[in-house]
């Protein structure tokens, strides 16, 4: 094994704060360029997505460097725990995102994924950055090969999540614009003293009730989607505020170390043993025993950061549901949408397939001896395909493409999410050394 | 048989298989949030750890409902096999009339027919011209009367049944298994430079060394084991097995699992109790000493009397028994007697552990030089019958999704009227891409037909 290389390492740190500023950037010109777009009719601001890319394909450059970078630094292939990882994967989402942009061209698409790429390499920045050397369970052909395949599954399965909101907005965006329209119709017609017209507006196809309450679920189902999105930011923002600030609660001589302040502390610990913050006792809470305390203090934090970030756009910005607030503004073909979806996963899905189980099924044989533990991670692993299963399935039945499909591929964007974040933070298994905060 | 027709359509409808694999889902879920039986760290059975872990009522709920052992349990594989059989039927459902329409086209179609296509488009030109840009873009043309019928990327279709047949294999593999001697674990742990016998097996597998190495982090960087398999007293192999190497021999793959280190052999002095001068050096094996040794450069010898590894009296016999298996607070009680055994010199009781002084009777005592580490290397063995049908199984089901996802069907039909001709084209995956081929081969398409809707 090759001694770290601290001036490659520390060359991956700035590559990858450049690509963090170019998709920062590309994230303002595609989203200045699709409102401009809009509010100008389309006289201005006409090349401004098309900057939007190039600033992410200089972006994804700068992050590919840097991955090259920090692998010929530390010596092994850097996808080996979750700042590594997590990094990658919003590499893979944006390349997985140039591939369906140069395949459709819809910029707007940019607007949406690129975002899902930034929250990405912001989280990975909770997890330690530094190098960890390989445990001999990791020292294989098959960590490279395991876990970038599956990662650039899922960088699909990130398009794919973010053409389907887009396509979910956009859906809702032209059923408020015709209920405007309708609503604007029935005033004119109120004002030249006419009898109001009989029966639905022309377009409008009556709707079930069961359609009727599919549609309203879908409504408050997307301010959940935005609620669990707000929780993620919300807490990676926090994280990083008071790891790079440098504070620390230890307990048990050093058995767990909290960077957020100890509400819920660890079994074994005693209430109030680190004084107290405005009249409340720190730790509040502790744990009975078979509890990760500190997990369950992160949820807490992550629970209550997002609700509080919710209500305050909610309130001040949005000024209504967020979900509305979005749709009356982004634009494209709703059935181009559906499509890219589609493709995304369909792309994806072999991918996945064979990065994230074949290949996992392999190594686990040869390193464990067995290829199927039902271990936890691999078994998400499994549930995230099935879902992706049911969606392909479900295209093929009638009545199932469009909304209820695209409700599919968010679903399963979170299942990804979950097996990724989720499993590691609430579940124990085999895959605990990519454990993190 | 109204049942069995009834039983075939509902499993040979794709909404029930997606209904199955969603279900199958969730079940999996429970498995991943309640601690299954074969992952708990507890020396306690599931009868008496589950009660405690979530509660006498939860607890015992979820063992008689099977969710300790999930992914075993009836209704799981009951689930798995509903899928197993949907999968079977809905393929052969579509399988054979889209193997019929696919290998007979209909090449003669009415212009209602091509205007109903994704891609519609009127030009100036006659079929010849057409089948001409088609076979040079890939197409295989078929012809009738006015009519003109072309396609490629058939094979696309029979892509997901591949990967169905590719699934089949597998669950073959999954359930085989079950079957007795397909799917076997040996587990043994080796001292280092011994020799232990598989059991139930013809080899016998010996560990030269075993080597542990660490970072300077203290992570460990390297398990590995020098080991050779044995057969007949014969060496027939001799390799170093590693975390991520396993070793293969006759259908078993040998795996580094383990490893344990515990004292092993102790030097003990044998010291004339007058002048304090030592008479020998007795290396004490603490696993299996000898019965007796002798002492170099004198005619007497030390008779093992008693050895104890865990040292302790039992409190109903008051007898000395072993605590445990381990080699924790080894005490000897031993006789020095001349060689021929002919008189007995002394008596002698050691306990090692601790520096204890020893207890005597005679003019020599025993005391402990140095004791040595013996290292264990465990080994797993396993011999699993269904490895090359699962990667064959898995083979198949990606060189189906590949068939499937990037091979393109395109279909089109071309009719000729009055010197001009009316072009009806179909894509089975991927329409963007045909409308583009189309405009390139044809020019501008006319109009989309009926699928297209106009919301945008």
């Keep these: 094994m090759t001694p770290p290389n601290q001036f490659l390492l520390d060359a991956a740190q700035w590559l990858l704060f450049g690509a963090f500023a170019s998709y920062l950037a590309a994230f303002l010109l595609y989203v200045s360029g699709t409102l401009g777009q809009r509010i100008s009719g389309g006289t201005r601001f006409s090349r401004t997505p098309g900057h939007g890319t190039v600033a992410n394909v200089i972006g994804v450059v700068l992050h590919g460097l840097a991955i090259v970078a920090r692998w010929q630094g530390s010596g092994f292939w850097p996808t080996s725990n979750m700042y590594e990882f997590i990094g990658f994967m919003a590499f893979s989402s944006m390349l997985a995102f140039l591939v369906l942009h140069r395949m459709y061209r819809l910029y707007v698409l940019g607007a949406l994924v690129t975002p899902v790429t930034i929250a990405l390499l912001a989280y990975s920045y909770v997890f330690p950055p530094e190098v960890t050397p390989l445990i001999p369970a990791l020292q294989s052909i098959w960590l490279p090969l395991h876990v970038s395949l599956a990662a650039l599954g899922e960088g699909f399965f990130a398009v794919a999540f973010g053409a389907a909101m887009l396509y979910l907005l956009r859906v809702r965006g032209l059923e408020l614009a015709q209920a405007r329209a309708r609503a604007a119709e029935e005033v004119a017609a109120g004002l030249e003293g006419a009898a109001p017209m009989q029966g639905a507006a022309p377009g409008a196809v009556a709707e079930t009730r069961w359609e009727r309450w599919e549609r309203i679920v879908g409504i408050r189902l997307m301010e959940v989607v935005f609620y669990l999105i707000l929780v993620i930011l919300g807490f990676t923002v926090l994280a990083l505020f008071f790891r790079y600030a440098g504070f620390e609660w230890i307990f048990n001589n050093g058995m767990s170390i909290y960077h957020l302040p100890p509400i819920i502390g660890p079994y074994g610990a005693e209430v109030g043993e680190h004084g107290s913050v405005l009249g409340i006792p720190l730790p509040t809470v502790v744990v009975p025993y078979g509890w990760r305390g500190k997990h369950l203090n992160t949820l807490l934090y992550s629970v209550v950061v997002g609700a509080v970030l919710y209500g305050f756009i909610r309130r001040f910005i949005a000024r209504g549901r967020i979900g509305d607030a979005l749709a009356v503004r982004v634009g494209g073909d709703p059935e181009l949408l559906d499509e890219i979806s589609y493709r995304a996963v369909a792309i994806g899905y072999p991918i996945f397939t064979l990065g994230g189980l074949i290949f996992a099924m392999i190594w686990a044989k040869e390193a464990w001896g067995r290829y199927w533990f039902w271990d936890p991670k691999e078994t998400w692993a499994l549930i995230a395909w099935l879902v992706y299963s049911a969606y392909l399935h479900f295209r093929i039945t009638a009545g199932w493409e469009g909304r209820r499909s695209a409700w599919l591929a968010v679903l399963g964007f979170g299942v990804i999410l979950f097996t990724l974040v989720g499993v590691n933070l609430l579940i124990v298994g085999l895959h605990s050394y990519a454990g993190g905060d | ?456």
């Excluded at chain 2, 997901?160 to 298994?177: N, R």
């Excluded at chain 2, 068939?403 to 089975?428: C, M, S």
């Design chain 2, 1 to 456: 048989m109204a049942l069995l027709d009834r039983t075939w359509d509902f499993f040979a409808s794709t909404k029930v298989a997606s209904w199955i694999i969603i279900a199958l889902a969730v079940a999996s879920i429970l498995g991943t949030l309640i601690e299954q039986e074969s992952l708990y760290q507890d020396w306690r059975p599931p009868h008496l750890y589950y009660p405690d872990r979530y509660g006498e009522f939860w607890g015992n709920l979820f063992m008689k409902l099977g969710l300790t052992h999930t992914y075993s349990s009836v209704w799981y594989v009951a689930l798995v096999l509903m899928l197993i059989v949907s999968l079977v039927i809905c393929s052969l459902h579509r399988l054979v009339p889209l193997h019929r329409m696919l290998t007979r086209p209909q090449v003669w179609k009415l212009p209602h027919f091509l205007r109903k296509q994704q891609v519609v488009l009127e030009t100036a030109g006659d079929l010849d011209q057409a089948e001409a840009k088609l076979k040079r873009a890939g197409y295989r043309i078929w012809r009738d009367r006015e009519c003109l019928y072309a396609e490629k990327g058939r094979l696309s279709r029979y892509g997901p049944y591949i990967l169905h047949i590719g699934l089949l294999v597998v669950g073959f593999a999954a359930f085989a298994k079950a079957l007795p001697g397909w799917d076997e674990v040996r587990d043994v742990w080796i001292p280092d430079g011994q020799t232990v016998k598989v059991p139930g097996e013809n080899f016998a597998i010996t560990n030269h060394k075993f080597t542990m190495e660490l970072y300077e982090n203290g992570l460990p960087s390297l398990y590995a084991t020098d080991a050779s398999i044995i057969v007949d007293g014969e060496e027939v192999l001799r390799r170093t097995i590693e975390v991520n190497k396993p070793l293969s021999y006759g259908g078993w793959d040998i795996y580094q699992a383990s490893w344990r280190e515990e004292p092993g052999v102790a030097h003990l002095r044998l010291v004339e109790a007058d002048t304090g001068q030592a008479v020998a050096t007795i290396p004490f094996d603490l696993r299996d000493p000898a019965p007796e040794y002798a002492i170099e450069g004198t005619d007497l010898k030390l008779v093992v009397l008693t050895y104890l590894h865990d040292f302790i009296l039992d409190p109903e016999t008051n007898e000395p028994m072993n605590a445990s298996y381990e080699v924790r607070n080894p005490v000897v009680f031993a006789e020095v007697a001349t060689a021929d055994g002919a008189e007995m010199v002394g008596r002698i009781a050691l306990a090692m552990a601790g520096g204890q002084q020893a207890v005597y009777m005679g003019p020599y005592y025993l005391e402990v030089e140095r004791v040595d580490s013996r290292w264990y290397t465990a080994l797993k063995l396993h011999h699993d019958k269904t490895v090359p049908y699962m990667y064959f199984g898995l083979a198949i089901v990606f060189v189906g999704m590949l068939i499937t996802f990037f091979i393109y069907h395109w279909q089109v039909w071309v009719r000729e009227e009055n010197g001009e001709i009316l072009i009806g084209a179909r894509a089975h995956k991927n329409r963007f891409a045909l409308t583009r081929e189309m405009k390139r081969l044809f020019g501008a398409p006319q109009g989309e037909g009926q699928s297209s809707n106009d919301t945008a």
